[in-house]
């Protein structure tokens, strides 16, 4: 019974190409994340959405873009994938945005390989 | 701005021993600070927080750290390491209020039989 489930785990893919990873929580949390992980193991925000509402949008080209159907799932979607892109991606959530309680949740991670 | 420090990106200790990993912050805010451990293939759980009151924090599996403000510290410290502890740490802060964090680049801790 995975708190945050993120799909597929892996993913492998050709540069140019479109991919979309999806996060679904079942904590009912209110916030949700998008975290990249690098190779140097840096994990860096890109994305943030409170109740479907975009609050955190880090510096990162426009080619990715989130969407919140409801609060529980937030999906990224990759336009014309770079060597660059190559990496871990992280799904996470909290509680609410208020940094009351603390702790991030996480996903076990999407890997993208971009050949 | 605020940003983390993780000296050290791999520390190794024999079981029994003691386990230091060290973090340093930066923040123009009173902070919060995490802990997180990251097993192999999987996401990253909280092993301990500091939020306010008291500066030592205890956390899951033996694991304590210590908010140092004069030293803009917060090291995670255990008495005996154990096997099942090799995994990735990542110190992390945030702002009061704001569930923005920010996590230092990881110490990959390594326990020797």
């Known amino acids: ?115 | 701005a605020q940003s983390v420090t993780q000296l050290g990106s791999h520390v190794s200790v024999s079981e029994g021993a003691l386990v230091l990993l060290r973090c340093n912050y930066s923040s123009s805010v009173p902070p919060y600070l995490f802990w997180y451990v990251q097993y192999p293939n999987q996401g990253l759980q909280l092993l301990l927080k500091y939020t306010t009151g008291a500066t030592l924090v205890k956390g899951i599996n033996g694991f304590e750290a210590e908010f140092k403000k004069s030293e803009t510290s917060f090291h995670l410290t255990k008495p005996s390491a154990h096997m099942s502890d090799a995994a990735e740490y990542f110190c992390a802060v945030s702002e009061n209020n704001f569930n923005k964090f920010y996590f230092g680049s990881g110490t990959k801790l390594n326990v020797k039989p």
């Open chain 1, 1 to 115: 019974d995975t708190a945050v489930s993120q799909t597929p785990k892996y993913l492998v893919t050709q540069m140019g190409n479109d991919k979309s990873i999806k996060c679904e929580q079942n904590l009912g949390h209110d916030t949700m994340y998008w975290y990249k992980q690098d190779s140097k193991k840096f994990l860096k925000i890109m994305f943030s959405y409170n109740n479907k509402e975009l609050i955190i949008n880090e510096t990162v080209p426009n080619r990715f873009s989130p969407k919140s159907p409801d609060k529980a799932h937030l999906n990224l979607h990759i336009n014309s994938l770079e060597l660059g892109d190559s990496a871990v991606y992280f799904c996470a959530s909290s509680q609410d945005w208020t940094g009351n309680t603390g702790e991030l949740f996480f996903g076990e991670g999407s890997r993208l390989t971009v050949l």
